[in-house]
T-cell receptor, first 113, second 113 residues
Framework: DTGVSQDPRHKITKRGQNVTFRCDPI?????LYWYRQTLGQGPEFLTY????????KSRLLSDRFSAERPKGSFSTLEIQRTEQGDSAMYLC???????????FGSGTRLTVV | AQTVTQSQPEMSVQEAETVTLSCTYD???????LFWYKQPPSRQMILVIR??????QNATENRFSVNFQKAAKSFSLKISDSQLGDAAMYFC??????????FGKGTKLTVNP
């Protein structure tokens, strides 16, 4: 296990389409985080899982966004009816405990045209 | 709400010289953690250094060190003997207890040969 993996690396989609991203955390990390990063900005928190439980969701996560982490392993982030404003880098990170600091994946860059 | 401010959008340094990146944060918590992350162009976010708020001693990691002033809510990063590979976006992040990192907007560091 070499780190946090995200798939795909890049996604171009038409406005109104649904997209799904996958994140595979480091296997022994029970905490998993999703962040969104737009150009020139720092990452913004979207949601957080401890094992399979989704413990917090940001107000940034509208009803069109849903995240799951079945069985406490990999996680998916789905965006329904994409809008141009959803274009961003979506980052996944994992951590073995809350104060340790995160290990980030390479991110999925979403472009909505 | 906790906020993290990086007042220098861009900084530059000559190779082999020292540069300091500034960060201030706003919180009412007494127990928290602070981090500096590095994000090279088109590459993933990497943890540079970590500071626990209850420790008065400043953290160091090889050429990287911090100046943590808890009363002033200041957390600057010093990079000594700068190398070309240090060129990246640097993000200061605050970790409240419990959960989720809050990032600043970042400082773009350029290293001139």
């Amino acid at each position: 296990d070499t780190g946090v993996s995200q798939d795909p690396r890049h996604k171009i989609t038409k406005r109104g389409q649904n997209v799904t991203f996958r994140c595979d955390p480091i296997s022994e990390h029970n905490r998993l985080y999703w962040y969104r990063q737009t150009l020139g900005q720092g990452p913004e928190f979207l949601t957080y899982f401890q094992n399979e439980a989704q413990l917090e969701k940001s107000r940034l996560l509208s009803d069109r966004f849903s995240a799951e982490r079945p069985k406490g392993s990999f996680s998916t982030l789905e965006i329904q009816r994409t809008e141009q404003g959803d274009s961003a880098m979506y980052l996944c990170a994992s951590s073995p405990r809350q104060s340790y600091g995160y290990t980030f994946g390479s991110g999925t860059r979403l472009t909505v045209v | 709400a906790q906020t993290v401010t990086q007042s220098q959008p861009e900084m530059s340094v000559q190779e082999a010289e020292t540069v300091t990146l500034s960060c201030t944060y706003d919180t009412s918590e007494s127990d928290y953690y602070l981090f500096w992350y590095k994000q090279p162009p088109s590459r993933q976010m990497i943890l540079v250094i970590r500071q626990e708020a209850y420790k008065q001693q400043n953290a160091t990691e090889n050429r990287f060190s911090v100046n943590f002033q808890k009363a002033a809510k200041s957390f600057s990063l010093k990079i000594s003997d700068s190398q070309l590979g240090d060129a990246a976006m640097y993000f200061c992040a605050y970790f409240p207890v419990p959960e989720k990192l809050v990032f600043g907007k970042g400082t773009k560091l350029t290293v001139n040969p």
